[in-house]
């Protein structure tokens, strides 16, 4: 049996090595376009920045080792043209010319290209993408040979590890994004410490406005804004996005969704013997089971794995998991973590969700150097089923989002996330963990304990409620919303009457910093028959809000 593979690095190399621990006698040959077909595609900003400072590190296996562990024939140089899904042969550009080859099963992982936007001036030989090894080589080349500013094009997870890697190289660094802010799948209270993490990094954040043109230099070029901006810059990275590479499998009749190619559980194409994988096909989320690309590396290798598994033991083959999108990327002195839905996918899909807010430590609050933990959680309402999460922190986002992405592959509620049992010791954790807290405020908000409200009510509530502020004088001295009544929770029984007088009969509207307090005061409230509500993450979660609202830039007037 010759199994023909199309695209190394994550999928293509899994299904291949997967492939021959299953079937030692089958003929496994990958093609690969470019010169690297094992390489650490995730780990080359941290090469251009100097964290990784050997090159070599970045190739993960070469066809030489590939050959001598797997007995596989890797072919670089090898561009495959063309598909005869009847002949099931496979058209192959290579230095020496036009081949072909013939397979029985053929796998094709060709990955994601990067957009360029039409963009005059694009072409400056300044202007470069980061995906491969010989990219990073020669960024890496520049900032160690004197370049000096530099213009990252989008700021999404390679944008900001660009960012971050050139800033800490020593680079000026300006960072442009045309959604309103960084990190656009991150929801904006979060992406609010995201941005100023940048800017402690000295990173010029730009967002909401695009590059319109790039203006070729002697020296340097000049990268224009929409707002009129003038940017100059020895290196310009293009990280605005990707589009899955699938022009000549679609052309061979394989069925494809918005250019990626639509697949089974299996990962079968529409084509017989043909399967895909990988950055280029379409999966199926696990919240939304919207189809989308996913173009992470966990799901491309577990998917080549299942999929060698159905082409050499289809009756045993399990399905291919709906993916979580669970994802990570270091923004500074921070981590923001993401898993499952976020609200613009909620919205999109029709679900209904409710939204926790928590500000925790990320360990116990006495023992030294805990810092705060900002979570964003969805649920559903009516059984408290974890729908999404995202986890921003110095430290311990990484432990919670994977509790958090495992809860939603594993269907669990919020009851469920206070029955685990976490490690817990005053260094790593709290006795009550992010995690179970989260676990708490799910239970009350789902049977009627806690009653939130949100900063998009804002307008609303300052027009038509009290709102009533429980923070100590102090705090509220320091900052707070005009025409809030301020009476610390610690004082609430005894002034009652106040809140009574000055409600004259509105909805109450309570808040504090993070949420506890205005939790305890919200339940003497409903106690006390009033149409209380408390705010979902506090003045903590409200400020951001508000400061990233203030900071997006508005339309233009008529």
């Known amino acids: 049996m010759r199994i023909v593979v199309v695209g190394g690095v994550a999928g293509g190399m899994s299904a291949a090595a997967r492939a021959r621990r299953l079937d030692e006698t089958a003929e496994i040959v990958v093609l690969e376009r470019g010169p690297y077909v094992s390489f650490a595609n995730c780990g080359l900003p941290y090469y251009v920045g100097g964290e990784i400072t050997d090159p070599g590190a970045l190739q993960v296996q070469t066809p030489e080792s590939l050959r001598a562990a797997l007995a596989l024939d890797v072919r670089t140089g090898h561009d495959v043209i063309g598909v005869d899904p009847v002949a099931r042969t496979v058209t192959v550009s290579t230095a020496d010319g036009v081949d072909e080859l013939g397979y029985d099963a053929l796998v094709l992982s060709p990955g994601a290209k990067a957009v360029r936007p039409p963009i005059p001036g694009l072409d400056s030989p300044r202007v470069s993408t980061l995906r491969t090894v010989d990219e990073a080589l020669m960024m890496r080349a520049r900032v160690t040979g004197g370049a000096g500013r530099a213009v990252v094009l989008g700021a999404g997870f390679i944008g900001v590890e660009a960012a971050e890697a050139l800033a800490k190289a020593g680079l000026t660094v ?20 995201a941005t100023h993490a940048l800017a402690r990094l000295g990173i010029d954040v730009r967002a909401g406005v695009a590059a319109t043109e790039i203006e070729h230099g002697a020296e340097r070029d000049v990268v224009v804004l929409g707002d009129g901006s003038r940017l100059e810059a020895d290196l310009v990275v293009l990280s605005v996005g990707v589009r899955p590479d699938t022009e000549v499998f679609e052309r061979a009749g394989v069925a494809c969704e918005r250019g990626a190619i639509v697949v089974d559980e299996h990962g079968r194409t529409s084509q017989p013997g043909i399967w895909a994988v990988g950055d280029a096909v379409v999966s199926v989320d696990a919240v939304t089971h919207v189809l989308r690309p996913v173009p992470l590396a966990g799901p491309a290798n577990r998917a080549g794995r299942f999929v060698a598994d159905d082409i050499l033991r289809p009756a045993t083959a399990r399905p291919i998991p709906p993916t979580t999108g669970t994802a990570i990327v270091r923004v500074g002195d921070l981590t923001a973590a993401m898993t499952g839905a976020n609200r613009a996918a909620l919205d999109a899909a029709g679900i209904d969700y409710r939204t926790l807010h928590l500000h925790p430590g990320q360990h116990a609050s006495y023992f030294p150097g805990t810092s705060t933990l900002h979570l964003v959680v969805h649920i559903a309402p009516a059984d408290g089923r974890v729908l999404g999460a995202q986890v921003v922190g110095e430290d311990g986002a990484d432990k919670r989002i994977d509790v958090l992405s495992t809860a939603i592959r594993a269907g669990m509620t919020v009851d469920d996330l206070v029955d685990l049992d976490l490690a817990y010791a005053p260094p790593y954790g709290s006795a009550k963990d992010p995690v179970t807290m989260t676990g708490f405020v799910g239970q009350n908000v789902v049977d009627g304990t806690l009653r939130l409200w949100y900063p998009d ?52 509207r309570v808040m504090c910093h993070s949420g506890w307090r205005s939790y305890l005061a919200h339940r003497i409230l409903v106690a006390q028959g009033f149409d209380s509500a408390s705010l979902s993450g ?4 409200l400020a951001a809000a508000l400061q990233m609202r203030a900071a997006a830039p508005q339309p233009a007037r008529a």
């Open 538 to 541: 506090g003045m903590e979660t």
């Open 457 to 508: 009510d804002i307008e609303q509530v300052v027009t038509e409620a009290l709102v009533l502020d429980v923070r100590t004088a102090g705090e509220f001295a320091r900052g707070h919303l005009n025409g809030a009544l301020n009476v610390p929770h610690t004082e609430l029984r005894e002034r009652i009457g106040e809140v009574r007088e000055a409600a004259a009969g509105r909805p109450v």
């Open 174 to 193: 300006t960072l442009v994004e045309l959604a309103p802010h960084v990190l656009p799948p991150l929801e904006e209270e979060l992406a609010f410490y």
